[in-house]
Structures are given as structure tokens and as C-alpha cells.
């Protein structure tokens, strides 16, 4: 083919896809890339991480961004990497706990995980043979800490790791973190947090919007808290691939090396072999542009428009499960699944949650309150029906 024609069916493909911009994209956690993005995509194309020798620019600016991360976390001297996503990150963490287990003598592998936890948990589950005590929500749908403490007295010394959320994807909500890593600290028990969402709200998240007797605190600066799962392709405005892991020192990048004796580099730690440099490139960038001021600013008005989907959804009755603590709202629905599908037919797309009958919308910063308009409108034509 030629060159005009596979461009011309390529863009009919890309014709068949959501746009970020339309407004429709209502359940998604990723939106539309900062502008800078395609500028820093043609530069760095053909780079790529796994083989760091070879391209040691982009090498230095992952460990540049890493450490950018960290101090907005609380930790002047992380370690880690900007990978394919939270998925792998969380994968990623519990790789650690389970070789920290091994190197202790332990022949099975104790997690204890909140049942809001994502399902990137139950792959590493399988891929690793762990096994897991899932730790039940309290009222506010978060991990029930007495629980848990309970739970870790009678089990003692058998729990390797606690999983955490700052930021859950059904309902947004943030676990008692510095309670958790109290009992952990107690009983000397690694904690990873999932902030693959909240990693980039929750430090730039005005004490306005943060709800009373709510505490968000989730990072290095707690104690135990050994590794963090923030995807700069969420709410950092990076392009996809851009997930990224962070632990507290380089001290557990040893649990995770093996030898890679045919590259410039004699071992490797990620998961993924192959790994494009664009996305360290875009974070770095969007970053150094946004600074934090950008990004508080973002999140503020990603709160505001949340404040204002709640608001319209009242005047038709609508009601929210939970005063939203981030930037997600999960509206009640007695048969969620029938009226995502009906609203699907009607051009929107959300989703569900498990957790709880509800439907569920992510408030991104591609989302305009003309497109909240437009959505409460659909959504109680669809109730009508």
C-alpha cells in the first residue's frame, strides 16, 4: 500500500474511537495527554529503558522523575521506575514482599488485602501462588483497621505484607493509612500502597475539598510504607505508558534483579523487558511545566466540576453512595449494569461498581460541565424510559 492510503485507513480505524475531548468518556481513569506530549513522543520514539545503557539521556531522566515523585511522597531518595501501569506496579511490590518472605524462610505467602483492592491484586495472586485474607470495608468503604489489627494479633508473625489504597477505583476512597502502618510497624509488616490513582490528587488536593475526619495521608512519611503505585498516566496528564512504582530505598532493588547478561546492563529489575522511554520523557516534562501549582490547580478543577455533577444529580433525585473523597462519584442505581448498557446506546460511557449498586463516573479534567449537563440530562431520559 501506499504511504497516503495506509494513513487513510489508519484514520478511519481511529475514527471508530472515543475521544477524550467529546465528553462521553465518563469512566475512565486516564484522559487526554498534556499537549507537550506529542512534541516529547517524536523526540524520544525510539528509545527504550530496557536496555539503559544504549540511551543513558533517557536513563537519567527516569531517575530524575523518580525522584520528582518521591519528594511530592515524602522521600528524598526513592527508588524505582516509570513502567507500563499500575498493574504492573502493584505486581511489581508484591514481588518484593514475596522474595523479603522467602528470604526469611517462609514457604507460603501471607498478604492481607482490602476487598476494595484492584484486580491487578488477583493476577499477582496467580502469578505468584499468594495467599490472601481480604480485609472487609467499613461504613466509609474503606479497610476495616480493627479488623485488620485483630486479624494481624491472632496471626502474628504469619502476615508478610498489607495491601492499602489511597485513592480505591470504584469509590475513590483513601484507607487510614497512618492507622494501618501503626499495627504494621508493631508487628514489622511491609506495607505497599495502591495510589496508581490518588498519587497524583491527594498532594495537590486543597484542605477544602478533603473530608472532614478523613485522613489522607498515604506516603513515605508513615511508617512501614516501604513502596507506592502512582501512575503518572492518570492524573498527571502523561501519555500511556506511564505507570510507575516506587519503593523507599534502593536497598529493594536486589529483591527484584535477575541477570541480563546480553545488554549494557548485567541485570534487570522491571517486570517488562522492553520498555518505551517516551513516557519518562512526557512525565518529566509535563511536570517541570505544570509544577505543582499546575497540578493543584487541576485537581481543583476536577473537584469542582465533582461538586457540580453532585449538585445536578440532586435536582433529579439522583443520590451519590458517599460525599466524594476524590475526584470520583458512584450514584446510586438499583440495576447499574442495565443502565450503563442503556446509556452506552445513548453515546456515554461509565461503568459500575462492585462494591456497591452504583453507577460510577470519574470526574477528569477532559470533562466540562457542558458534558455533565448533556450526561444528567441522558441519564434521567434513560431513567424514564
Not at 477544602?208 to 478523613?214: A, F, I, K
Request: aromatic content about 10%; hydrophobic content about 35%; some cysteine.
Amino acid at each position: 500500500m501506499e504511504e497516503k492510503k495506509v494513513l487513510e485507513e489508519l484514520r478511519r480505524y481511529r475514527e471508530r474511537d472515543l475521544k477524550y475531548e467529546e465528553g462521553r468518556i465518563l469512566g475512565s481513569m486516564c484522559t487526554k495527554p498534556h499537549p507537550i506530549s506529542r512534541k516529547v513522543l517524536e523526540m524520544f520514539l525510539e528509545t527504550n529503558l530496557g536496555d539503559p545503557g544504549l540511551f543513558p539521556g533517557t536513563k537519567g531522566l527516569e531517575e530524575e522523575v523518580i525522584k520528582m515523585i518521591g519528594e511530592m511522597l515524602h522521600n528524598r531518595n526513592p527508588f524505582g521506575y516509570i513502567i507500563s501501569g499500575g498493574t504492573e506496579a502493584n505486581i511489581t511490590a508484591l514481588r518484593v514482599v514475596k522474595k523479603m518472605a522467602r528470604e526469611r524462610g517462609k514457604r507460603e505467602v501471607n498478604i492481607l488485602i482490602p476487598e476494595s483492592a484492584h484486580f491487578s491484586f488477583e493476577k499477582a495472586r496467580e502469578m505468584m501462588d499468594l495467599k490472601y485474607e481480604k480485609i472487609p470495608l467499613d461504613k466509609r468503604y474503606t479497610m476495616d483497621v480493627k479488623y485488620l489489627r485483630d486479624y494481624i494479633e491472632d496471626k502474628g508473625k504469619d502476615v508478610d505484607g498489607i495491601v492499602a489504597i489511597a485513592g480505591s477505583t470504584e469509590l475513590g476512597t483513601v484507607d487510614n493509612i497512618p492507622e494501618i502502618s501503626k499495627v504494621a510497624r508493631e508487628y514489622n509488616i511491609y506495607i505497599h500502597v495502591d495510589g496508581a490513582f490518588g498519587g497524583f490528587v491527594i498532594p495537590f488536593l486543597e484542605e477544602r475539598y478533603r473530608l472532614e475526619g478523613y485522613n489522607y495521608n498515604f506516603d513515605f512519611s508513615l511508617d512501614n510504607v516501604f513502596s507506592i503505585t502512582v501512575d503518572p498516566h492518570k492524573m498527571g496528564l502523561a501519555p500511556i505508558p506511564a505507570g510507575g512504582i516506587l519503593f523507599r530505598d534502593i536497598s529493594f532493588k536486589r529483591y527484584l534483579e535477575v541477570e541480563a547478561p546480553y545488554l549494557t546492563e548485567t541485570s534487570q529489575a522491571t517486570l517488562v523487558g522492553t520498555r518505551p522511554g517516551f513516557g519518562v520523557a512526557a512525565t518529566w516534562a509535563i511536570m517541570k511545566l505544570l509544577g505543582p501549582e499546575g497540578y493543584r490547580e487541576i485537581v481543583s478543577q476536577c473537584m469542582e466540576n465533582t461538586y457540580y455533577l453532585v449538585r445536578r444529580m440532586k435536582e433529579y433525585s439522583f443520590e451519590s453512595v458517599i460525599d466524594p473523597v476524590l475526584n470520583i462519584v458512584a450514584i446510586r442505581d438499583e440495576n447499574p449494569l442495565d443502565t450503563s448498557l442503556k446509556l452506552r446506546k445513548m453515546g456515554w460511557y461509565l461503568s459500575t461498581c462492585r462494591c456497591v449498586e452504583a453507577l460510577r463516573v470519574v470526574m477528569m479534567p477532559h470533562i466540562t460541565r457542558e458534558h455533565i449537563d448533556k450526561f444528567i440530562e441522558a441519564l434521567a431520559r434513560c431513567k424514564k424510559r
